[in-house]
């Protein structure tokens, strides 16, 4: 019974090496093209990710205008109380 049970169990646990030693390998050979793949992802943007940013740097802008009109609201409020005329507003970035 032990003579037949050895190699048998020999033959199921040498297919759970193969197994693994397959699984290396193909993950060693798959570790090169991942790298690369995740480099250029990296160093590219896509469209999606460029109108996001284009979009935050509108709200960003948007903001700072609405900022700077209430600034200048607020200004122009004090000085019509003080009897003064309103400030000259800053002039204008040029257009992009």
């Known amino acids: 019974m032990r003579v037949l049970v050895l190699p048998v169990l020999a033959l199921a646990l040498s297919g759970c090496v193969v197994a693994s030693v397959a699984d290396a390998a193909v993950d060693i050979a798959t570790l090169p093209v991942k790298a690369v793949s995740k480099g250029v992802d990296v160093a590219t943007t896509s469209q999606s990710e460029a109108d996001e940013k284009r979009g935050r740097e509108l709200r960003k802008a948007e903001e700072k205008a609405g900022r700077e ?27 992009s």
């Open 69 to 95: 009109a209430r600034e200048r609201e607020s200004t122009c409020r004090k000085a019509a109380e003080r009897g003064e005329a309103c400030p000259p507003a800053p002039p204008s970035p040029p257009a």
